[in-house]
């Protein structure tokens, strides 16, 4: 299986000849050729740095095969593409192209003290990616390689360190780190080796573009 990054939150996940794209998003780096070949898209949820719905639609309509599993309120913005959209919920487990998916988590993290969270999904594939959206989901099964949140209006250190604490994955990319300089980049990737250099696991940043053959290793 190949995991590449394409940017922010946005990543590619590869097998034999399928592809799924997850969270293709305005802050993504090379979504659109990905969503050109892709069999499907995942989407977390609604905000733009996750959900392009312009590039979605035009990727689609070139694309009459392409489906989308996404969340309660993206599947309802979609609403119009009949059945090519399929609304998941927390503890769903689905088959997408090719893919075991399974689906853990209901709501994003807080970002304001008086307004309720929007709903959020993670999903792990094939029990090996799982990928949190905009939350602190802890699946309940073991995840090998966890994408890992690294920055956001949501997330503090502490959190991080906690969070991966309770995952406990093999090892860890990072994703949703957009929003930094390089001076942030560096503060990121060192809080986050620290993270699973405590649990004798390794961290990467991939760059976007990068790409990383995952296996039994």
Known sequence: M????????CVQISKDDRTIVIDPGAFSTGAEDALAGADAVLITHEHFDHFDADALRKAMAARPSLEVWTSRVVAE?????GGRVHQVGHEDAVTIAGFDVHVYGEDHEILHPDVPPIPNTGFLIDGEIFHPGDALTVPGEPVRTLCLPGNAPWLKAPEMFTYVREVRPERAYAIH????NDIGLTVMNNNATKALEELGKTYTRLVPGESVELGDA
Request: aromatic content about 0%; proline content about 0%; cysteine-free.
């Open 2 to 9: 190949r995991l590449t990054k394409l940017g922010h939150a």
């Open 77 to 81: 913005n979609l609403a119009d593409l």
């Open 177 to 180: 780190d957009g929003l930094l």
